[in-house]
């Protein structure tokens, strides 16, 4: 119980892929693998990895209703603009990264995408990321991408949450095979190289 949550994930996926089998069992109790659907704990990073996914289903995985992904990203014209676009996420992090960020999201928040709390002195409370501040005023967009001005002199409380705006979770929403689709179209995702 000492372990900080953002180390949970990382010392998990270190941990459950040992070699020794007492220390595994150990792990797997103190530090469980993350669930997938149906309560059915996804195997480790190491071994996600050496699975081969569909970019195609991939696709329609990040679109689904219940994962949710489009709800908050944007790849090209489709999504919402809320969380970072992911139309390059591929030429950014390897799979090994993007699994990561899926299964334990608060562990590398991108920055300027840290959510915010603010409640005004009017008792109005509003939760997301700031998009513009001036010596005035703050603009904070909620997660329907949603942007409200409020003026500085109207905040009564103003804290950065600790835990990242994404979910966690969502790979309960997938299948082991749609995660690994899912992973394998974000890898996907690169900057289209110029003509020659």
């Known amino acids: 119980g000492e372990l900080s949550a953002d180390l949970r994930f990382t010392a998990s996926s270190a941990l459950n892929q040992v070699r020794w089998p007492e ?7 103190l530090l469980p693998a993350p669930m997938g659907r149906d309560a059915t704990p996804l ?6 990895l050496k699975m081969r996914g569909d970019v195609a289903r991939g696709g329609m995985v990040f679109l ?9 990203h944007m790849i090209g014209d489709q999504g919402k603009d809320f969380g970072p676009a992911l139309s390059e996420i591929g030429a950014k992090l390897g799979k ?3 699994y990561e960020a899926i299964l334990d999201p608060s562990s590398g928040i991108s920055f300027d995408y840290e959510a915010w709390e603010i409640e005004t002195h ?5 939760y997301g990321i700031v998009v513009d501040e001036t010596a005035d005023e703050v603009t904070i967009k909620d997660a329907q991408a949603i942007a409200t001005k409020i003026a500085v002199k109207d905040i ?4 950065k949450a600790t835990s990242s705006i994404m979910p966690a979770g969502l790979q309960m929403t997938m299948s082991t095979q749609d995660l690994v689709d899912l992973v394998e179209y974000l890898a996907s995702l690169k900057a289209e190289k110029p003509s020659n």
């Open 156 to 159: 009564a409380r103003r804290r």
């Open 43 to 48: 195997p480790p990073v190491a071994d996600l």
């Open 122 to 126: 009017a008792g109005d409370e509003f």
């Open 23 to 29: 220390i595994r069992q150990a792990a797997a109790e």
């Open 96 to 98: 090994d990264a993007i």
């Open 64 to 72: 689904r209703q219940e994962t949710a992904c489009g709800q908050c």
